[in-house]
């Protein structure tokens, strides 16, 4: 199992980014998959979670209407929209699959 994530890096409050976590070894199309985030000195929390089809997410609180997971279980890849970025959104972002697998992370700094 490997997960590989994309898209993170610096972006200004307001803005947005779009992360790509691809991922292989396994029946992707079968699972759900989910984002995580970790800021410094704080636990890793849930951000969003997708069905294995697509068609049901779930968000954190601190996330919800701003953000939105999608994938394609073509590519076998899961998607993280985040739009109006606050500086409280900064952290690691993580994908995870059941197994569990665990991605290396990507950056997100929001910040002016």
């Known amino acids: 199992v490997q997960l590989v994530e994309s898209g993170g890096g610096l972006v200004q409050p307001g803005g947005s980014l779009r992360l790509s976590c691809a991922a292989s070894?396994?029946?992707?199309?079968?699972?759900?998959m989910s984002w995580w985030r970790q800021a410094p000195g704080k636990e890793r929390e849930l951000v969003a979670v997708?069905?294995?089809?697509?068609?049901?997410?779930n968000y954190a609180d601190s996330v919800k209407g701003r953000f939105t997971i999608s994938r394609d279980n073509t590519k076998n890849t899961v998607y993280l929209q985040m739009n109006s970025l606050k500086p409280e959104d900064t952290a690691v972002y993580y994908c995870?699959?059941?197994?569990?697998?665990w991605g290396q992370g990507t950056q997100v700094t929001v910040s002016s």
């Open positions: 997708v069905s294995s089809a697509g068609s049901s997410t």
């Open positions: 070894g396994f029946r992707f199309s079968s699972y759900a």
């Open positions: 995870y699959a059941p197994g569990p697998k």
